[in-house]
């Protein structure tokens, strides 16, 4: 009964020295291993799974520094396309998209909207209204630097119209300084059928 006893100690203590190993612990934040990481994110706009787990040390950081991996394209235009033209009768529609900017956690950090309306009779594109701005950002780390392009190209009686816009939103964090840059661009050209051609960048 003995030797059981002391064979099922032994075992445990087995145990608690696996659980207590060093190699199982957390890795604690390197803050020149963080700093560059950043660097490399910040010069190839892309986010290895290495960089990804260093910036992950420090939770705090990892919660908002973007992740360009994760950025994403939304579409909030109507959910469907433009009313038909119809024959000496003006239809009107519209399109918004927006680009979505989130951490290496999945936290939203920034949102860049641009919203076009135009209205359209079959032969021409009659008027164009738009709009862009940034929504629903964490102004703790992200400054809104303004537009850097904004362009509207259009002619009343044209088959078409062209408008785009560009903004600049810059990343800084307390502990490593300002040390990204981001650039949303979305191109519109919207037609006489209410159709829409979108080219964008991230």
């Known amino acids: 009964m003995r030797k059981r006893l002391a064979g099922m100690l032994a075992a445990v203590a087995c145990c608690l020295m696996v659980g207590v190993a060093p190699g199982a612990q957390a890795a ?3 803050p020149v291993a963080i700093q ?36 994403e394209v939304t579409d909030v235009s109507n959910e469907t396309p433009g009313p038909a033209p119809v024959q ?11 680009i979505v900017y989130r951490s290496t956690l999945g936290f939203k950090t920034a949102e860049w ?12 594109v009659s ?8 929504a629903k950002y964490d102004k703790a780390t992200i ?4 537009e850097i392009k904004n362009s509207l190209q259009y002619r009343p009686g044209n088959v078409n119209a062209r408008t785009y816009m560009q903004g600049h939103l810059e990343q800084c964090v307390v502990k490593y300084g300002c040390y990204a840059n981001y650039y949303p661009f979305q191109d519109f050209t919207v ?9 964008q960048r991230k």
Request: aromatic share 8%.
């Open 143 to 146: 400054r809104y630097k303004g």
């Open 191 to 199: 037609g006489n059928n209410g159709s829409y051609a979108l080219i």
């Open 88 to 98: 000496g009768k003006t239809s009107c529609t519209h399109a918004d998209r927006y």
């Open 36 to 71: 560059e990481a950043l660097a490399r994110v910040a010069a190839t706009g892309v986010m290895t799974d290495a960089d990804r787990a260093i910036i992950q040390t420090d939770p705090e950081l990892a919660q908002t520094v973007i992740d360009p991996g994760k950025t």
């Open 127 to 134: 008027s164009v209204t738009r709009d862009a701005y940034i």
């Open 28 to 30: 604690e934040p390197d």
């Open 113 to 124: 909207h641009m919203r076009v309306d135009w209205c359209y009779n079959g032969k021409t």
